[in-house]
């Protein structure tokens, strides 16, 4: 089993800045891969940014530019830092890791973001 545990969510004004960051535990020797994923109220769960095991990135057009996705070397944690928010970034984000071996994919809880003035 995989557990991720979330942090760092909360309401921000627009053009402020929050971090998430995501702590992976458990039968994780295989991952290759940890990511960012929010879900806005009536609309599909979609990828925000994700981070390879080699340190490759991948972001969503609508986040490049403003969002960082990065990991601590030594440890199996994400972070996700987010600038120049808008209102349209308001949605519950979650932590997703890939594991290899068996394939399968994992979430954590789910953090709000609020970006309201």
């Known amino acids: 089993q995989v557990q991720l545990v979330e942090s760092g969510g909360g309401l921000v004004q627009p053009g402020g800045s929050l971090r998430l960051s995501c702590a992976a535990s458990?039968?994780?020797?295989?991952?290759?891969?940890m990511g960012w994923y929010r879900q806005a109220p009536g609309k599909q769960r979609e990828l925000v940014a994700a981070?390879?095991?080699?340190?490759?990135?991948n972001y969503a057009d609508s986040v490049k530019g403003r969002f960082t996705i990065s990991r601590d070397g030594t440890k199996t944690t994400v972070y996700l830092q987010m600038n120049s928010l808008k209102p349209e970034d308001t949605a519950v984000y979650y932590c997703?890791?890939?594991?290899?071996?068996?394939?399968?994919?994992?979430w954590g809880q789910g953090t709000q973001v609020t970006v309201s003035s």
């Open positions: 981070i390879t095991r080699g340190g490759s990135t």
């Open positions: 997703n890791t890939k594991i290899a071996l068996p394939r399968t994919d994992y």
């Open positions: 458990g039968s994780i020797f295989t991952w290759y891969e």
